[in-house]
T-cell receptor
């Protein structure tokens, strides 16, 4: 099976712009989660989607949003970019049913805001 | 909400020695505890996980122990090898909540020298 695919791998944006990141989960996985990874804060949960519905959300401002499509692919959007948004954004997928995950991560999108 | 603390932040061992990484969590409702290994420039990969109804789990040179009363869980790596060098993250989550969110520790950088 193909793993979790994230595009693009790298992005450079300017403050104030917006950006959209894409994630294709492992085939058959219906849950997609997004995490922000920075050297100072580690891995922080952004949100989780299952069957096109956001089921859980972390403590991030409303500038961070996401959605999931009927084929389970997900996109994450960050509007009005700030320097502090520079990070590695990781997508993870899981079957999404009851019980323990596990989550399988993609290689991430490295976002640099200048 | 849940908070996970991880110690130590860095760990240096000689090849063949054992390594132990410890985590504590705050939310007694957490029932799933995975460990991820992240090599430089790569995605986090699940190496072992444990559920709250189990006290210990082993997979070859890796073992995880869980003390629910003390809210501690630990990763034990025996006979370390240079390829074990990486950043290790512990995490906790409550899988009874819809949209499981993994709350991660800040990570431990393990260096194994030959």
């Amino acid at each position: 099976k193909a793993g979790v695919t994230q595009t693009p791998r790298y992005l450079i944006k300017t403050r104030g712009q917006q950006v959209t990141l894409s994630c294709s989960p492992i085939s058959g996985h219906r849950s997609v989660s997004w995490y922000q990874q920075t050297p100072g804060q580690g891995l922080q949960f952004l949100f989780e989607y299952f069957s096109e519905t956001q089921r859980n959300k972390g403590n991030f401002p409303g500038r961070f949003s996401g959605r999931q499509f009927s084929n389970s692919r997900s996109e994450m959007n960050v509007s009005t970019l700030e320097l502090g948004d520079s990070a590695l954004y990781l997508c993870a997928s899981s079957l999404g049913g009851g019980g323990a995950p596990p989550l399988h991560f993609g290689n991430g999108t490295r976002l640099t805001v200048t | 909400g849940e908070n996970v603390e991880q110690h130590p932040s860095t760990l240096s061992v000689q090849e063949g020695d054992s390594a132990v990484i410890k985590c504590t969590y705050s939310d007694s409702a957490s029932n799933y505890f995975p460990w991820y290994k992240q090599e430089l420039g790569k995605r986090p990969q699940l190496i072992i996980d444990i559920r709250s109804n189990v006290g210990e789990k082993k997979d070859q040179r890796i073992a995880v122990t869980l003390n629910k009363t003390a809210k501690h869980f630990s990763l034990h790596i025996t006979e370390t090898q240079p390829e074990d060098s990486a950043v290790y993250f512990c995490a906790a989550s409550n899988t009874n909540q819809a949209g499981t969110a993994l709350i991660f520790g800040k990570g431990t950088t393990l260096s194994v020298s030959s």
